[in-house]
C-alpha cells in the first residue's frame, strides 16, 4: 500500500468515463464484446476489480437486449458493474469527435492550430455532459463517491449538482492542463472553469499542470479566492470549495512486474530477440495520434541511419500503433503519413536480412506486449506532450532484469518523476533524438542497470495503489458542500 494514506473507502465509488471498458463488434450476426485498451482503462479496471462499484460510460449508440445481456454477464465476472450511457451518431460527431477532440484535446496539448472551434460542439458538448450526469444521479445514491475522468466530461458536476448539491463529486483530468496564454484561445473559457469549480475535488497529472489551471482560474475568474501553494490548492467561489492537487497517475506495479516473469512471456521473449539476431531492437507503442510523436521520431530514426551508417543493420525500431478515433479524417491523414513515412525508410534503408523499421497497426494481446516491452533494448517515447504516458513506465517495469534503456520526451508528463533514470529529450529536435538513439546503443551495461534500476524503483515507490490512496486521502479532508451555496 502507498504512502501510509488509507487504502479504502467505505463509501461506493462510481467512476464515470467517457466509455466503459468494452465495445461490440458484429460477428457472424452476433454481438461480440471486446475489450478496449488505453491509458484511462490500464489505470481504473483495477482499482475497480479491487474496490467494486460502479462504473458509468457510453457502451455506443443504440441500446439493446442483447447489450444488456452481455453487461450483466461481464460484470459477473467482477466486483463492479456498468450503467451504459448511450450517446447518438449526431452526439458522437459534435460531442465526441468535435467538442473532444477537435477542441479540448488539441488545445490542452498545446496544439491550438489544429483547434475547430465550432459552437454547435459546445451546445452538443453541454448536452451530452447533461446526459452523463442524469445516467449517473439514476444509479447513485447521497453518499456515493462520485469520480468523474477526463476532458470530454469536465462539465458533468455542473448538471449533477443541480439535482444532487451536497454530493460528493471528485474528477481526474488525465491530459495535461495548458498555460493561460493558450487556454485563453477558447471561447467557453469562463464556463469550462466554472464548471470545474463544481468539483469538490480536482486531481491533475503533474506539478505543472496544477500551476497552469491555478493560473487560468486567476486569470480569468479573478473574483474567486485561492488558498495553498505547491501541490496544493484551494478555491473558495459561490459553488463552494474545490481542492486542486496533483497526483500523477501510475501502473500496478506488482501485476505488471509478474505478468513480465511469467514463463509464457519469457519464451516469447526469447523467440522475438531470436529474430533480431545481433541488432539492438528500440520500441515505440503509441495510440495513434498526433500528440505521441510518431513521425517526428520516425524522423529522427531516419537521421541516425543517414548520418551515421556504422548505426545501420545494428538497430530495428519496432513501431506499434493502436487505431484509435478512427473517424477523425486528421486521425485518417496521420495514419497516412506515418505509413508513407515508414516505406519510405524502409526503402531507402533496407538491406536483405535487416528492415530498419517492424510497423504494425493494430492492438496486440497484452502478454505480446510484455514480451516486446522485455525484448526492447530501448523505449523510444517521444511525445510531443503527454498527459503521464503509461506506456514508460510499463515499459521500465516489465525490464524486471533491469536491462533496458528508457528514452522519454521531456513533455511528458513521467519526465518529472523518470528524468533521473531516463535520457530525456526535445521531441522536435531530430537531431538530440537521434543522439539520444546513440546514447542508448553504446551505454555501459553498468549505467544502464543503475539508471533501470533507478526508474524501477520509482515507479515501484508510486505505483497505482499510492494514486488511489492519493485521491482517497484527498477525500477523507474535504469540506462539505452545503445546498445553500449552490
Ligand atoms: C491517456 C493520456 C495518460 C497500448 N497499446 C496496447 C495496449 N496499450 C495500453 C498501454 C497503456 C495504455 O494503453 C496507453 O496509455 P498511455 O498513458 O501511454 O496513453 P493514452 O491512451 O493516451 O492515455 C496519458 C493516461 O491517459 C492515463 O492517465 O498517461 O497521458 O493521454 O497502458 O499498455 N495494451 C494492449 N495492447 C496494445 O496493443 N494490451
Known amino acids: ?94 460531442y465526441y469527435e468535435g467538442f473532444s477532440n477537435e477542441v479540448i484535446w488539441p488545445l490542452f496539448h498545446d496544439l491550438q492550430s489544429r483547434c475547430v472551434f465550432e459552437p454547435r460542439y459546445w451546445d452538443f458538448y453541454q448536452r451530452v455532459n447533461r446526459k452523463f450526469a442524469e445516467a449517473a444521479l439514476a444509479e447513485t445514491e447521497q453518499r456515493d463517491v462520485i469520480w ?53 475535488l480536482i486531481g491533475v497529472q503533474t506539478a505543472r499542470d496544477e500551476r497552469n ?140 536480412g535487416w528492415t530498419p523499421i517492424e510497423y504494425m497497426h493494430h492492438s496486440v494481446p497484452r502478454e505480446e506486449l510484455l514480451a516486446m516491452y522485455r525484448s526492447a533494448d530501448i523505449a523510444l517515447i517521444t511525445p510531443l506532450k503527454d498527459g503521464m504516458n503509461l506506456v514508460a513506465k510499463e515499459y521500465c517495469t516489465a525490464h524486471v532484469e533491469n536491462s533496458g534503456v528508457l528514452i522519454l520526451s521531456e513533455f511528458a508528463g513521467a519526465a518529472p518523476e523518470l528524468g533521473a533514470g531516463a535520457i530525456l529529450v526535445n521531441p522536435y529536435d531530430e537531431v538530440g533524438v537521434a543522439c539520444a538513439l546513440r546514447q542508448a546503443i553504446e551505454m555501459e551495461p553498468r549505467e544502464r542497470h543503475q539508471r533501470m534500476l533507478r526508474l524501477r524503483r520509482q515507479i515501484r515507490n508510486a505505483d497505482i495503489l499510492g494514486w488511489r490512496d492519493h485521491f482517497f486521502a484527498a477525500l477523507e479532508n474535504l469540506p462539505e458542500r452545503k445546498a445553500a451555496q449552490a
Open 213 to 352: 489551471l491555478i493560473a487560468c482560474l486567476r486569470g480569468f475568474l479573478p473574483h474567486y479566492k485561492i488558498m495553498g501553494r505547491g501541490r496544493r490548492h484551494s478555491v473558495l467561489g459561490p459553488q463552494g470549495e474545490t481542492r486542486i492537487e496533483a497526483m500523477p497517475i501510475s501502473i500496478d506495479y506488482r501485476d505488471f512486474a509478474r505478468g513480465a516473469s511469467a514463463d509464457t512471456v519469457v519464451e516469447r521473449m526469447a523467440s522475438i530477440q531470436k529474430q533480431y539476431p545481433g541488432l539492438h531492437i528500440a520500441i515505440g507503442i503509441d495510440r495513434l495520434d498526433y500528440t505521441k510523436g510518431i513521425p517526428e521520431r520516425l524522423r529522427a530514426f531516419r537521421a541516425l541511419l543517414r548520418d551515421h551508417e556504422e548505426y545501420r543493420r545494428k538497430i530495428t525500431l519496432m513501431q506499434v500503433v493502436v487505431p484509435s478515433r478512427e473517424n477523425i479524417p486528421r486521425y485518417q491523414e496521420l495514419r497516412s503519413q506515418i505509413e508513407q513515412l515508414v516505406s519510405s525508410i524502409n526503402g531507402d534503408f533496407s538491406e536483405p
Open 148 to 200: 468523474v475522468h477526463d476532458y470530454q466530461l469536465l462539465q458533468v458536476a455542473h448538471f449533477f449538482r443541480e439535482q444532487r448539491p451536497e454530493a460528493c463529486v471528485a474528477f481526474f483530468l488525465h491530459i495535461p492542463f495548458p498555460a493561460p496564454d493558450i487556454f485563453e484561445k477558447l471561447p467557453w473559457r469562463r464556463q469550462i472553469l466554472e464548471g470545474l469549480l463544481d468539483y469538490d
Open 1 to 94: 500500500q502507498g504512502n501510509g494514506a488509507p487504502s479504502s473507502l467505505d463509501r461506493r465509488l462510481v467512476v464515470v468515463s467517457n466509455r466503459i471498458p468494452l465495445s461490440w463488434v458484429q460477428e457472424g450476426g452476433h454481438l461480440t464484446t471486446k475489450p478496449s485498451s488505453g491509458g484511462l482503462i490500464s489505470a481504473l479496471e483495477p482499482l475497480l476489480k479491487a474496490h467494486g462499484g460502479l462504473w458509468v460510460g457510453s457502451a455506443g449508440s443504440e441500446d439493446s437486449a442483447e447489450i444488456r445481456e452481455q453487461l450483466e454477464s461481464a460484470a459477473k465476472q467482477h466486483a463492479y458493474r456498468y450503467t451504459p450511457v448511450f450517446v447518438t451518431a449526431d452526439e458522437q460527431v459534435n
